[in-house]
């Protein structure tokens, strides 16, 4: 298993997902910066698919490996009970030569005594000691390589929720800005359409469908922002005429009292006739 890293090479792949990653006119910090997660997000996944396949791997050797133990351990048993298959030796038996090949292809030691494929009890003994030792190694190789995937996962969740957040720290800098700098050029009336508040709103070049559902939405948030501002002026009427209201009351109460102290009439004023 390979574990160094070739920076230029690393650099060279991040580049190249950057380039194949499209969210549109990126001249803000936040979409450059989220563009750049996405595409070590990548990597990741990339890299803990890689270990995902290896890992795959070792799982068909580990059991290629315990299939060659069992059968090692049945040629055994039949030395033990003299019922080898070797034709010279019943308390010896043949190794076959499927067997022998797993042996050569991963370089494991096998007993040779004799230059033939016949081995005994104790010759069995090494044999099976070698391929318990091979099964041990590729073991500890699934669990190093289980760390790492671990790890990679991680990192990848880490960096597709740092772009989820740049991403929407952006669109949010977007509508910012917007209110800030442009505080919409066209004036919005009860009749103007989501499409002349859209068509009011610049943010440059929007092929991309994220800027497109941004403007929508400032559009939208515009639309909301212009009737709440129209009710809040109907509050304030009505308050104004509820304390003109209160006034008068207050006013006509203390000429009725007048009248009641003086037994006589009491004018009404003309504001209040007028009201």
Not at 175 to 199: C, D, G, I, W
Not at 225 to 241: R, V
Request: hydrophobic share 30%.
């Amino acid at each position: 298993m390979t574990t160094s890293v070739d920076l230029s090479t690393a650099k060279s792949q991040l580049t190249q997902i950057m380039d194949s990653i499209d969210l549109g006119p990126t001249q803000s910090v936040q979409f450059k910066f989220a563009k750049l997660q996405m595409a070590q997000a990548q990597l990741c996944k990339d890299q803990a698919n890689d270990y995902m396949n290896q890992i795959e791997n070792i799982q068909q050797e580990q059991k290629k490996t315990a299939e060659m133990i069992a059968l090692a351990r049945k040629l055994q048993n039949d030395c033990k009970a003299k019922n080898g298959d070797c034709s010279w030796d019943k308390e010896a038996s043949m190794m076959p030569q499927e067997m022998a090949d797993f042996f050569k292809a991963r370089g494991l030691h096998y007993d040779t005594t004799g230059g033939d494929l016949a081995n005994n009890k104790d010759e069995w003994d090494y044999n099976i000691q070698s391929l318990t030792n091979y099964q041990e190694s590729i073991s500890n190789k699934t669990q190093t390589l289980m760390v790492y995937l671990q790890d990679f996962i991680g990192q990848y969740n880490s960096y597709t929720q740092g772009a989820s957040n740049q991403v929407s720290q952006g669109i949010q800098t977007l509508t910012q800005h917007f209110y800030k700098e442009t505080a919409m050029t066209t004036p919005v009336t009860n009749s103007s359409s989501l499409t002349q508040v859209m068509n009011s709103i610049d943010l440059g070049p929007t092929e991309s469908v994220q800027f497109k559902f941004a403007k929508l939405q400032m559009a939208q948030a515009q639309l909301c922002k212009d009737q709440a501002n129209n009710y809040m002026s109907q509050i304030e009427n009505i308050q104004d005429e509820q304390k003109k209201t209160a006034e008068m009351i207050a006013a006509a109460r203390k000429l009725q009292n007048e009248a009641k102290t003086g037994d006589k009439c009491t004018t009404m004023p003309e504001e209040m006739k007028s009201f």
